[in-house]
C-alpha cells in the first residue's frame, strides 16, 4: 500500500502528540470536529475556518520525505523509462491523466497572460505541456530528483522554493492538489502575493472538504500527507487578508471561467483571486 510507513509512523505519533494550534493562522482557537481511528483528531479552526489534523504528521525523514516515502503509483510520482518518456512527450500526455490541455487551453484563453509559476512541479509534465499553449512557465518543486528529471528531461524550468522566484514576476500563479499537503501555511499565501504581478490572477485546486454536508465521506480525503482540509468559505473569509479580491469558484475545468460553485465534495476549481492590494 502506497504511503504504509508514514500512515503508521502517524498512528503512533496520534497516541503520544497533540497540536491545538492552527497551521494557518496560529490560533488555539480550534474544535474537535470528527475522529479517525480513534485517536487521530480533525479539527476546525474558529478564527480563520482550515480543518487539520492533531496532531499534524512529522515525519522522520525531514525534508527528504516526497524523495523517500511520498508515493501516488502514476505519473504523480513515477519517472517514467526513456522509451515510455519519448511517447508522453510526442503526444504531449493524452491519454494519462497528467493531460492537462483542457484547463491550459481555458487558461489562455482567459487572457490572463503568459508568465506563469506552478507550485508543486512534481517532475515538469504541466510545465512541458504549459509551454505549448504560449505559457512562459517556471515550476517550484522540493523534491530534488523529479525536479532534475524535469529540468534534464523536459527541458523546463524547476527550482527548489518560492524565494527562488522573483518579485511581481508573474501574470499566474497555479497549484494544483498542493496546498493540502503544506504543514505550515503561514507563509505561502504572501509569497504568492510577492511574486504575482499587480492585477495578476491566482488560479489553485484542492479537494473540497465539504465536511458539513458530506462528513463520513470527506474524511477520507485528509490524514497523514494530507494534513489540511479546505473548503471555499476558507478561501472566501482569508485571501483578502493577504491582497486577493475573490472572483469566483468553478466546479470543473470545463466550466472555467464560466462561473458554478462547488458542489459536495468534487475538487474546488477556482480562479479565486486578483492581485489589487498590499498583504494586510
Known amino acids: 500500500m502506497a504511503n504504509i510507513i508514514p500512515r503508521m509512523e502517524f498512528l503512533v505519533q496520534s497516541l503520544f502528540r497533540s497540536q491545538r494550534q492552527c497551521p494557518h493562522c496560529g490560533s488555539g482557537e480550534t474544535k474537535v470536529r470528527a475522529r479517525k481511528y480513534v485517536t487521530i483528531r480533525i479539527r476546525e479552526c474558529v478564527t480563520c475556518g482550515l480543518f487539520f489534523t492533531d496532531p499534524v504528521y512529522e515525519t522522520m525523514f525531514g525534508s527528504t520525505f516526497y524523495d523517500v516515502l511520498y508515493v501516488e503509483h502514476d505519473l504523480t510520482t513515477d519517472l517514467p523509462p ?54 512562459e512557465p517556471t515550476g517550484v518543486e522540493i523534491s530534488q530528483p523529479r525536479r532534475e528529471f524535469g529540468q534534464k528531461h523536459l527541458g523546463v524550468n524547476i527550482v527548489d522554493g ?10 499566474l500563479v497555479y497549484t494544483s492538489h498542493v ?9 505561502i499565501f504572501p509569497e504568492m502575493h510577492r511574486v504575482l504581478k499587480p492585477q495578476g490572477k491566482l488560479v489553485l485546486e484542492v479537494p473540497h472538504f465539504a465536511f458539513a454536508t458530506h462528513q463520513a465521506e470527506v474524511l477520507q480525503i485528509i490524514g ?17 487578508r493577504y491582497g486577493f479580491r475573490i472572483l469566483d469558484f468553478y466546479q470543473s475545468w470545463e466550466h472555467f471561467p464560466t462561473p458554478k460553485a462547488p458542489q459536495a465534495h468534487s475538487n474546488v476549481v477556482a480562479l479565486l483571486a486578483e492581485k489589487t492590494s498590499p498583504a494586510f
Open 162 to 171: 518560492t524565494d527562488k522566484l522573483p518579485s511581481e514576476g508573474f501574470d
Open 82 to 135: 526513456p522509451d515510455q518518456l519519448e511517447t508522453l512527450k510526442q503526444k504531449r500526455f493524452q491519454g494519462t491523466n497528467k493531460y492537462y490541455g483542457v484547463r491550459l487551453e481555458r487558461l489562455r484563453d482567459a487572457r490572463i497572460g503568459t508568465t506563469m509559476a506552478e507550485i508543486g512541479s512534481s517532475w515538469g509534465y504541466f510545465l512541458f505541456q504549459a509551454q505549448h499553449y504560449g505559457f
Open 224 to 240: 497523514a500527507v494530507h494534513p489540511l482540509g479546505f473548503t471555499a468559505d476558507f478561501f472566501s473569509r482569508n485571501l483578502p
Open 179 to 187: 496546498l493540502e499537503h503544506f504543514t505550515d501555511l503561514s507563509t
